[in-house]
């Protein structure tokens, strides 16, 4: 790493070296204690930490300040309030309070509530999240000190992404603690979910983009029949970096590092024009903000470099989609990984218990972890052979698979090792092979030192999959540590409880392709659920059992599940409208008065041939092909109109859903199968929107 990259990087960042140097030294023990978890924030150290951070901040530029939080929308939002503030004298000072730091009152009411709220009543909270790192934006000339924050109802009810994350990464490290306890750890305070998001995403040439109202008001395209190329030649996936997307990739990183955000790895991913950035692993809190600020920052840096940046699950039909792989782990506050198995993972006590507790939280809230990732996005991807299906299954490879069955048995007594991997050339080392190959196919894979959670969408927050996983695992490590608290001999009281779980919940294990409809067939016999569906999905969140296990760890109240889930099937709802209203938009004002014109052109030419005297069957064949793909457009547009509009009359939020996927939906595919075939046919000088060939390849 170069010099200049060690300055760059958090250079943005109020973080802790720059706590060490502003602030006083016990100011800056007792802020270190809060953000470690250990007190809660001493109010009188509030105005004194201000002060340090509005003088970093305006030395740097800053002439504002935010509290950034994430509200029910699936982005951010923010507020700006300048550090001025005027004197006696027609002068200004520049001031920020602790008050100021601490606090901040945006409006809540055009924020979704979920019924929490009515309309009229408009206070809400943000509350400084001090275990996040405040750091400076820069937006063109404007710089701006953003404040990590919660935010909350004037009731309390929490209304946002970070406020449930927080509260289940204190509910499963107080388990976790009283678990590792029982097994005599004595130096750990805290246990801490750590994350890493894998962000996929795609770039097009903007021009193209600026040409395609689907991509413009959606984020993918409604229209567009397959490029002649497209993935199956497996060039593009690790491929050669096109040389105005590594420049783009460069500034990107820049703009990432000065924020503290740690971007690691980035490469060209399965489908053309696709590409994947990975950061290295943090708290899940402080991922989940990094992650919204690298889709923010890739939206930005693609439009300077003339490219727009896709989110979207599914921008192109018939190519992969983009997921957000998020890999998660727990570690303790001195630095042990407790999913790390070691060299001899069968007598790692630490790590067997947590490595089951997962096993069993993942099998006893499947349908809980599968709510976390429905959306209308990855509707189109999960289950189309480039992401996990929606069938939940754990992937533990040949080594753990191996001890798990041991411990079914009675007991684990011996690992497997990984060996050596000669290559047969001289010159070429030896390579140390691990003791298990990946599965690419599976929803929840043991990759390591770490589970790799495949499904969550790459537009979604990664709040939800690790608050819910966080809450699971405690639930399910509060039993554990109940029974060891209780028992005189621990060690056979945990060998019992691990058997138990090994044999009840094994039947979550699968260890091979989660493509093929053999494994689909299987998983039914195993009594595992696939819900293929985003609303029946969302509809079990407020489950009796969710909402006692929510409530039982003060993660969320009953209320509060209702509410996202009131906000999260309208959100459905509101996508498919929106994608429903531009396509009808497109194809009447767009695709059929081209294709019209098309036709016209066809039956002057028909004509002008018969009246020439020669024979025009190829011609008349064409005209008739057109004119019915025409019929079937405008019959499928007003089918689609139709569907719309009783969609839209209905009042119950989860009927509301259920129309648009089951009647909608069906009318939107009439439409795009009529006009993707008009495609293939009409003069490419006359169709009005960009190919997919254009779009995928064109740089």
Not at 140 to 164: E, Q
């Amino acid at each position: 790493m170069s010099q200049s990259t060690i300055e760059i990087f958090g250079s943005n960042v109020f973080n802790d070296a720059a706590m060490r140097e502003r602030l006083p030294k016990n100011v800056y023990k007792s802020l270190k204690k809060t953000i470690d978890g250990l007190e809660p924030l001493n109010p009188a150290i509030a105005d004194v930490v201000a002060n340090a951070m509005k003088d970093w901040a305006v030395e740097k530029g800053a002439t504002h300040y935010c509290h950034w939080f994430q509200p029910m929308t699936g982005l951010t939002a923010e507020k700006h309030d300048a550090f001025i503030s005027p004197t006696p004298d027609g002068k200004t000072i520049m001031e920020f309070s602790g008050k100021e730091l601490s606090q901040g009152e945006p409006d809540a009411s055009s924020f979704p509530s979920g019924g929490l709220r009515a309309t009229f009543e408009a206070r809400g909270y943000t509350a400084w999240d001090c275990t996040s790192p405040v750091f400076i934006k820069e937006d063109g000339k404007n710089l701006t000190l953003y404040i990590p924050s919660a935010f909350c109802s004037f009731t309390g009810h929490a209304l946002d992404k970070k406020t449930p994350l927080l509260r289940s990464m204190d509910a499963l490290s107080t388990q976790a603690m009283r678990v590792l306890k029982c097994l005599g750890n004595t130096t750990s305070k805290r246990v801490i979910s750590t994350c890493g998001p894998e962000q996929e995403y795609f770039l097009v040439d903007r021009s193209f983009y600026e040409k395609r109202m689907d991509l413009v008001l959606t984020g993918r395209t409604l229209f567009g029949a397959p490029s002649p190329r497209g993935q199956e030649m497996d060039d593009h996936y690790f491929g050669t970096l096109h040389e105005r997307v590594a420049t783009f990739m460069h500034d990107l990183n820049v703009e990432l590092w000065k924020l503290g955000v740690s971007a690691k790895t980035q490469h060209n991913e399965v489908s053309p024009g696709q590409y994947e950035l990975a950061p290295v692993f943090s708290t899940a809190n402080v991922a989940t903000d990094h992650n919204q600020l690298t889709m923010e920052t890739m939206e930005k840096i693609a439009i300077r470099h003339d490219f727009v940046c896709l989110l979207h699950e599914k921008p192109f039909a018939g190519v992969n989609g983009s997921g957000k792989h998020n890999n998660w782990s727990l570690s303790t506050d001195d630095g042990m990984n407790l999913l790390d198995p070691g060299s001899t993972p069968h007598d790692n006590m630490i790590f067997l218990v947590m490595l089951c507790a997962t096993i069993k939280a993942v099998d006893k809230y499947a349908r809980l972890l599968r709510a976390t990732v429905a959306n209308t996005g990855n509707e189109h991807r999960l289950g189309a052979n480039e992401a996990p299906p929606a069938i939940i299954s754990i992937f533990l490879g040949d080594q753990l698979g191996d001890i798990f069955e041991q411990l079914a048995e009675g007991g684990a007594i011996s690992s497997r090792t990984g060996g050596e991997l000669k290559l047969g050339v001289s010159s070429l080392p030896e390579l140390p092979k691990d003791c298990s190959d990946r599965n690419r196919t599976s929803p929840f894979a043991f990759t390591g030192n770490k589970f790799e959670f495949r499904m969550p969408g790459s537009t979604q927050s990664t709040s939800g999959p690790n608050f819910v996983l966080n809450t699971i695992v405690a639930e399910v490590l509060e039993g554990i540590a109940d029974e060891l608290e209780n028992s005189e001999d621990k060690k056979n009281t945990l060998q019992k409880l691990l058997t138990k779980i090994a044999v009840e919940h094994g039947k979550v294990v699968f260890n091979g392709d989660n493509y093929t409809e053999e494994w689909v067939k299987e998983a039914e016999k195993r009594s595992l659920p696939n819900i293929r569906s985003s609303v029946e999905a969302l509809k079990c969140i407020t489950d009796a059992k969710h909402v006692e296990l929510f409530e039982k760890h003060h993660v969320l109240s009953g209320a509060e599940l209702h509410a996202r889930t009131e906000i999260l099937l309208e959100a459905y709802s509101m996508a498919i409208n929106i994608e429903a209203k531009t396509m009808l938009d497109m194809a009447k004002r767009q695709i059929l008065p081209a294709v019209n014109a098309y036709a016209g052109e066809l039956a002057t030419s028909a004509k002008a041939i018969v009246d020439a005297g020669a024979i025009n069957k190829t011609q008349t064949e064409m005209l008739k092909k057109v004119c019915s793909l025409i019929d079937a457009l405008a019959s499928g547009a007003s089918i689609l109109e139709q569907a719309i509009d009783n969609a839209i009359g209905i009042a119950d939020f989860i009927k509301q859903a259920e129309s648009y996927r089951d009647d909608v939906i069906p009318a939107m595919n009439l439409v795009r199968n009529s006009a993707d075939q008009l495609e293939l046919i009409v003069d490419a000088e006359i169709w009005p929107l960009p190919s997919y060939a254009e779009m995928l390849f064109l740089k």
